[in-house]
């Protein structure tokens, strides 16, 4: 795979899967734009590592549930860099609570920033893909959004809206020439998931037919794959990375 002088933006591309989708990314020759919302060392220090691996990257704090920023976030990538060729909108929160305890702000946010932040950054990147008649949206959502979880009402309500916003999307642009996809993550070994405790750990893993929890690096992987020319007849897809656990 060769990303040499595509344009990347990573919302989120600081931490956890998203760092590894930024560092994989910058390694197959794509700039990155690595979009963070509180890591800025985390950031700055991921530039420098592209930057020493003689790749070129920036960072840029957003909130990307807010409208102007994300638009900010996506016009700044189109004034310095002159196109946006791949987004990737990996950014994600978890509030989780059983639905009798959780409050309405606990659902609001995590729609906002799972749900809206992802629509704000397709909607300010579209107008510019079409212009250019080719780019590559890969949203990520999460096994749950499919088949649901206990406490996650909020989060897996998040995920299941970026599927349905993903394929209505790739109807609309795919006569630009503009693929949007969904991938799915299964358990990923992460900040999101490191509170669990060994006990939830082990049962999960009883359940993934590959007997292993997930490292960001296969979700990097498959991104990968998606952002490049080789994906270039896939649209609208969800695929899942999660060791086996959902086969439909
Ligand atoms: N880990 C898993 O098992 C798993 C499974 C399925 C799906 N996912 C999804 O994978 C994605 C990455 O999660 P992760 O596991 O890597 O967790 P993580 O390390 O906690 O990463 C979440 C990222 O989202 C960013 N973010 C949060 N709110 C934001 C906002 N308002 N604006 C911009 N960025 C914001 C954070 O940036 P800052 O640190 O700068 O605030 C952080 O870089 C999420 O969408 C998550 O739902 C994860």
Known sequence: ???????????????GIGRAIS????????????NYHSSSQKAENLVEEIKSMGKEAFCMKANVANFSE?????????????????????AGITMDTLILRMKEEEFDKVIDVNLKGTWNCC?????????????????ISSIVGIIGNVGQTNYCASKAGVIGL???????????????????????????TENLSDNIKNEY???????RLGQPEDIANLVAFLSSHLSNYITGQVINCDGGIVMY
Do not use: W
């Open 23 to 34: 560092l994989n990314l910058a390694s197959l020759g794509a700039t990155v734009v690595i």
């Open 123 to 139: 909607k300010h990147v579209s107008k510019q893909m079409s212009k250019q008649r080719a780019g590559k949206i890969i949203n």
């Open 205 to 211: 893993i009883r359940n993934i037919p590959l007997g």
């Open 70 to 90: 994300a638009k900010n976030l996506i016009d700044t990538t189109i004034d310095k860099y002159g196109k946006v060729d791949i987004l990737v909108n990996n």
């Open 166 to 192: 993903t394929k209505s999307l790739a109807r609309e642009l795919a006569k630009r020439n503009v693929c949007v996809n969904v991938v799915a993550p299964g358990f990923i070994e992460t900040k999101m």
């Open 1 to 15: 795979m060769d990303l040499t002088n595509k344009i990347a933006i990573v919302t989120g591309g600081a931490t």
